[in-house]
């Protein structure tokens, strides 16, 4: 079975090749165009992603040494996200699907996000708490198996991927600032500064990252009247990092420990920060706490790892349920409950 899969949510062109669950190419073109513009740009993120999907989609196709005739399916993100973006991906799709007769599997992106740590963790088994957490995206989820999930808790107002980038721009840092902070937090002090850590004690598994954003503004207008300056990002983004991760970290066990569940996935884009990875390995071996992070390129937004979800929706129901095009894109949040 071999599935071309295609990820075009937000900002990032991908197409991977997926054989029989094994990932043959994960091509990934980011649109480094919006760092001007301070975050992305619906309208130029969309037409980006129609200048280079074809050329994304045959560099994956050449990588994995696959023919298009020889692809048994195609999978593509259909929900949430951009939807000038996903429209792109799904009607490219389509339009592959009518020229080469192949079935389509429409596929949510956070669902991609759910299961990706399978791709490179095949010891990892289920039940597991999995926290998916990016720039549009805080969720704690405890899954039973690929059909059976749950939301315990989320974010109620800011991501933590945003509440990085937006803290950063506040900073004085580029675009991306998620990364940056990163890189300027391994050189600080993440005590120098003590910033607010939103609902760490509220007793539930939500998460709000608004009120901390909002401290950060305060607090530079006040301490930095004309200016973040560059000796101090440091210090600055180690204590605005440890903040965050000090609540990501902390509801992640406490669910662990209510659920009773000794797995934990980490996946999305704030996955790869350096810091939470850390605390993270370190509470695993405090608290016999299994910790699964994908490999960088399924933490970004990936094809890979829409393929990867899509082969056990096929197996689930065979290649010809997925014939019918009259799937549309959206882009709601993710709210879905278990399905029992």
């Known amino acids: 079975m071999i599935i071309l899969a295609i990820e075009t949510s937000c900002d990032e062109t991908s197409v991977a090749i997926i054989k029989d ?16 513009f301070g975050g992305v740009v619906p309208e130029i993120a969309s037409r980006s992603h129609l200048k280079s999907i074809s050329f994304v989609m045959s560099e994956a196709l050449s990588k994995a040494e696959v023919n298009i005739f020889d692809i048994d ?41 759910l299961f990706s740590g399978f791709i490179n963790n095949p010891e990892l088994k289920f039940p597991f708490l ?94 930095f009247p004309d200016g973040v300056e560059e000796q101090d990002y440091p210090d600055l983004c180690a204590s605005v990092q440890e903040a965050i991760v000090d609540v990501l970290v902390s509801k992640s066990l406490l669910a662990a420990k209510h659920r009773g569940i000794n797995q934990l996935v980490v996946a999305g884009g704030v996955s790869a920060n350096s810091r939470l990875r850390e605390r993270l390995n370190k509470s695993s071996e405090e608290n016999s ?48 409950k278990a399905k029992k």
């Open 21 to 36: 669950g094994n990932v043959l190419s994960n091509i990934i073109s980011s649109q480094y165009i919006h760092n001007k």
């Open 73 to 113: 399916a195609i999978a593509v993100t259909t929900e949430p996200g951009l939807i000038g973006s996903l429209v792109v991906g799904s009607n490219f799709a389509k339009g592959l699907s009518l020229k080469f007769n192949k079935p389509v599997i429409p596929i949510n992106h956070i669902e991609g996000h």
């Open 130 to 223: 999995a926290l998916v957490v990016s720039g549009g995206h805080t969720i704690l989820f405890e899954v039973i198996n690929y059909n059976s999930y749950e939301i315990i808790g989320q974010t109620l107002d800011d991501a933590a991927g945003e509440a990085f980038d937006k803290t950063a721009k506040l900073i004085g840092l580029t675009y991306p600032g998620g990364p940056l902070i990163d890189k300027y937090a391994r050189m600080g002090n993440p005590e120098k500064y003590n910033f607010p850590r939103p609902l760490i004690n509220s007793g539930d598994f939500n998460f709000s990252f608004s009120g901390l954003k909002t401290s950060v503004r305060y607090f530079i207008a006040k301490n």
């Open 289 to 336: 706490l299994k910790i699964f992070i994908p490999e960088f390129q399924y933490c970004m937004d990936n094809a890979a790892m829409i393929g990867f979800i899509a082969s056990k929706k096929i197996e689930e129901k065979g290649l010809s349920f997925y014939y019918n095009l009259t799937f549309t894109a959206s882009p709601n949040v993710f709210r879905r």
